[in-house]
C-alpha cells in the first residue's frame, strides 16, 4: 500500500493509503479553524482496522489495526503518525506549501512487516530479508481550488535515508463534495520513485537469488504505482467521525516486473478501511 506518506502510507506502503486519504479531506472530526480564530493546540486520537495487501506488491491480503493520532497548532504545524511532521510555511488563497518529514515502516520477510498486523500476512518474502524502517525528508505544494475550494492537487518530494536511499514523490488530485451529512472525496493518485527505492524493496540480487529462487532483478526508477482513493467522512459531532477510505491501485513497470511481484505476488492492490477519530483541544 502507498504511504497514507495516503496513508497510512502509505499511507501507505506502507499501508498507507489512509495517508492520501486524509490529504483529501479534513482530518476525521476536525473542524478548520473560524477566521480570526485564535491558533492553538488541538489533538486527535483514534484507530483503523485496515485490509489490504501484506506488503506493496502481496497477493496476501493482512488485516492491521492502526494508530491514529495527530498533533495540531492551528493551521500551521501538524504531526501524526500517518502523515508525518510538517509546517504550512506558506497558507492563503487555497496554497499551502512546507516541509515535510515522514516515516515507512520496515518490511520482515516473515510475514511482510507491518507493526500493526493482527490477523493474516505472508510468506512469499521467505529468503528476501528485512528491510528497516526508512526516514523521507523533503516538502509538499497543496492547491485547492474551484467554487468552494471543492478540488485540491497535491504533490510531495521526499529524499529516504535508512531503510532505502531513493527520491519518492506523490501527485494526486480529488474532488470533494457533501452528501447529506456526509463528506465524500475521491481522486486519481500516482508515485514515482528513482532507481534505489526499487531495488530496494523490488530488486533482486545474486544472493536473494539464490536463496529464493527468483531470477536476478535490477529495476530502474519509474512510475510505482497508480489508481483511485476515495473516503468517506461521517461527523459523530463536533469532536468525532468516522472514515471508511478505500483505494485501487497498480504497480508500475520496474516494480510490476519485478520477478518478486510476478511469481509470488501481484501487481493490482486493493484496500479497505474504517477509522475513528475524536479530537480535544489543549
Known amino acids: 500500500m502507498p504511504v497514507w506518506a495516503l496513508g497510512f502510507i502509505a499511507w501507505l506502503a506502507g499501508p498507507v493509503a489512509a495517508q492520501e486519504v486524509r490529504q483529501s479531506a ?24 485496515v485490509l489490504g495487501p501484506a506488503w506493496q506488491g502481496a497477493r496476501d491480503m493482512a488485516l492491521s489495526l492502526f494508530p491514529d493520532l495527530r498533533v495540531n497548532y492551528g493551521d500551521a504545524l501538524f504531526a501524526s503518525v500517518p502523515d508525518g511532521i510538517g509546517w ?3 497558507r492563503g488563497d487555497g496554497w499551502r506549501i512546507g516541509p515535510l518529514v515522514k516515516i515507512r515502516f520496515g518490511r520482515d520477510e ?10 493474516g500476512g505472508s510468506d512469499a518474502l ?9 526516514g523521507e525528508a523533503g516538502g509538499f505544494v497543496e492547491k485547492s ?17 535508512g531503510g532505502h536511499d531513493g527520491v519518492v514523490a506523490d501527485l494526486s488530485a480529488a474532488y470533494r463534495t457533501r452528501i447529506g451529512g456526509a463528506i465524500i472525496s475521491a481522486g486519481p493518485r500516482t508515485t514515482l520513485a528513482s532507481a534505489p527505492f526499487m531495488r530496494a524493496y523490488f530488486g533482486i540480487s545474486a544472493a536473494q ?34 472514515t471508511l477510505f ?9 516494480a510490476g516486473d519485478s520477478p518478486l511481484v510476478r511469481q509470488r505476488g501481484r501487481r493490482t492492490q486493493a484496500t479497505l478501511g474504517l477509522g475513528y477519530g475524536f479530537r480535544f483541544g489543549l
Open 126 to 134: 521467505e529468503g528476501m530479508g528485512n528491510i528497516k524502517a526508512a
Open 26 to 49: 479534513p482530518p476525521p472530526g476536525i473542524a478548520k479553524p473560524a477566521p480570526g480564530a485564535p491558533a492553538g493546540w488541538s489533538i486527535t486520537i483514534g484507530a483503523a482496522p
Open 88 to 90: 504550512n510555511a506558506v
Open 145 to 161: 481550488f474551484g467554487p468552494r475550494r471543492v478540488w485540491r492537487m497535491r504533490a510531495e518530494v521526499r529524499q529516504g535515508f
Open 110 to 119: 516473515r510475514d511482510g512487516g507491518s507493526p500493526f498486523l493482527i490477523a
Open 246 to 254: 478505500t483505494s485501487l491501485e497498480r504497480l508500475g513497470g520496474p
Open 209 to 242: 537469488s539464490a536463496r529464493t529462487g527468483l531470477a536476478r532483478y535490477r529495476p530502474d526508477g519509474g512510475v510505482l504505482s497508480y489508481g483511485l482513493g476515495g473516503n468517506v467522512i461521517r461527523p459523530l459531532g463536533r469532536r468525532s467521525a468516522l
